[in-house]
């Protein structure tokens, strides 16, 4: 207890008017001074000032109003006394009620003390909780002014999300600062002065070190007494990796659908190429001697092999070309194909390649990383009008989870990697998000079908393989290509194909197509080169022709997508009736759709459309042959 300012005592006002007389009391005796509110209550020892045998003057010190000290700051100055020798009944009677009603305001003041201090310990409490749980999450959670947009409230994820060390080095900072584009931040006080708030509104933003960032905010408006937005809190959060997971979604989604329409289109297509490649092979064997109608087929030939070949282009692209992958070693694909990019890039462009020191065996059609490197090198060859460097390198590169730098669409492990590097003029951001489109190009009317690196995606995408491109204007483009290590070691190279003769047969071969075109083509050839053939337009009816013929039938040619039955269907329901007739399949329609329809049989026979009469021949021989 400490002593405190002299002031004199309205003992009336603690005892409600109960005095009637002075008392004299002085310091020299016990008091207690407590904090209540504003005003600090001094508690004197009345029982014991009263039974003093002496009467000396004293002031009592009591501050009475919040901040102030001394006597009469409350319009109150009253001066107190005691007679030692009054022993009056009455009197005694009233000091004892004055002690206990003193009692009883003491206990009540210690009770709302007691009150008040589990009240603080409560907010305390409170307090804590809150303050941890907003500082535990992983998002940013902020106050910030209007004007100037200054953050004066925030927590640590908030200053970790922009790449601060602390709360403190984040804190007086101006949002305006942290936006990419200010129109957002514009857009963003519009909304917010027109709706009182915003909901998950996406932001580009930017990081202390100025590295662009994607942040979804949520936040609500305050407003002064006047109805002027004073302030916004809201809640903050990094979706930079996310939304790059969505682009590549949609881009995937986008590349898909693309890849069904193409495979779609490639169906027909090949139907009509069948006819014509058929019909065209077929007269060329009628004209041999003749030079000039040779010539005039031999020129639809070619024609209609290029059509051939933009078909199984587009399904390339589309990633349901039927593919026979084997081991091959990338550095002699890369070596075996060097003479031939040399000529196709021209003098004036410097080429170079730089293969690991280790082979690189993939699982891959060697022809198709063939078409692979010549399209690349095209790229770059049309990307350096006036000249540059071309640069082929090979390495192996490890995918581990989580580990930067690498592509997130491959599975662990280890991959064959194929950088195909130019000196040219390079692209944009938006230039190489489209890059793999069918039929987008950079190029000039006339220089390009914008086909070439959309073949290039497909045909990697079918070998479990990746694309990426690095490329800035002015720096040059980069194509890395992975794909996955093989582990069995690379086979004997493929014998070369040697063009035989056509060989016909005797044998009676029922065709079941449901396209007119094509099924004429067949009957007609087959029947040139010696076979007899049962017509059928669709499965039911070569199943009804098959029993008619069950004994006579040595082969069945069966389209794989016919209308009322398909190809496997109508297999099915001929094997019942003899389980060890021979088949050859044959469809225009994609890789994806004939493994759907279940044409996976051991033994069978399949031809691609459009169908090639060497190709059919000879497959027909071999399966006849395999049978008997």
Known sequence: MSHLTPVLVAWSEFFGGLVDRELSIHSGFGAMAVPVGSCLFVFFSIREMLRADTGPEISAPLCIESGGEGAGQNGLSYSVGSDKNDGDPKRQEGVSQREAELEKKVAELEAQLEERKQVEIALRDSEWKFRTLVENLNIGVFRNTVEGGRIVQTNTAMAKIFGYDSVQDFYGISVTELYLDMVDRQKFLEEMRTNGFVKDRLIAMRKKDGTPIWCSVTAVAHYDSEGRMECSDGVLEDVTERKRLEEQLRHSQKMEAIGT????????????????????????????????????????????????????????????????????????????????????????????????????????????????????????????????????????????????????????????????????????????????????????????????????????????????????????????????????????????????????????????????????????????????????????????????????????????????????????????????????????????????????????????KPVQPQAMLSLIREILQDAG
């Open 261 to 608: 329409l193409t495979g779609g289109i490639a169906h027909d297509f090949n139907n009509m190429l069948t006819a014509i490649l058929g019909y065209a092979n077929l007269l060329k064997l009628k004209v041999v001697e003749d030079p000039i109608l040779n010539n005039y087929v031999e020129q639809i030939l070619t024609s209609s092999e290029k059509a051939a070949h933009l078909t199984k282009s587009l399904l390339a692209f589309s990633r349901k070309q039927i593919i026979n992958p084997r081991p091959v070693n990338l550095n002699e694909v890369v070596s075996g194909v060097e003479k031939l990019l040399m000529r196709v890039i021209g003098e004036d462009i410097e080429f170079k390649t730089i293969l690991a020191d280790r082979d690189l065996v993939v699982m891959a059609d060697s022809g198709q990383m063939e078409q692979i490197l010549l399209n690349l090198a095209t790229n770059a060859r049309d990307a350096m009008d006036d000249g540059g460097r071309l640069i082929i390198e090979t390495s192996l590169a490890g995918v581990i989870p989580q580990r930067g730098g690498l592509p997130n669409t491959l599975e662990p492990g280890n991959y064959a990697v194929i950088s195909v590097s130019d000196t040219g003029g390079g692209m944009d951001e938006a230039m190489c998000q489209r890059i793999f489109e069918p039929f987008y190009t950079t190029k000039e009317m006339g220089r390009g079908t914008g086909l070439g690196l959309s073949i290039v995606y497909g045909i990697i995408r079918q070998h479990r393989g990746d694309i990426q491109v690095y490329s800035e204007p002015g720096a040059g483009t980069t194509f890395k290509i992975y794909l996955p290590i093989a582990e069995q070691s690379a086979g004997i190279s493929d014998e070369a194909m040697v063009e035989t003769p056509l060989v016909g047969g005797n044998e009676t071969i029922l065709v079941a197509e449901d396209n007119d075109d094509v099924r004429n083509l067949m009957c007609s050839m087959l029947q040139q080169f010696g076979y007899t053939v049962i017509e059928a337009v669709d499965g039911e009816d070569a199943v009804e022709k098959f029993s008619r013929h069950i004994d006579e039938v040595d082969l069945l040619l069966l389209d794989v997508v016919m209308p009322r039955m398909n190809g496997k269907e109508c297999l099915d329901k001929i094997r019942a009736m003899n389980d060890r007739v021979p088949v050859i399949f044959s469809s225009g329609y994609t890789a994806d759709i004939i493994h759907a329809k279940g044409i996976h049989e051991e033994g069978a026979g399949f031809i691609q």
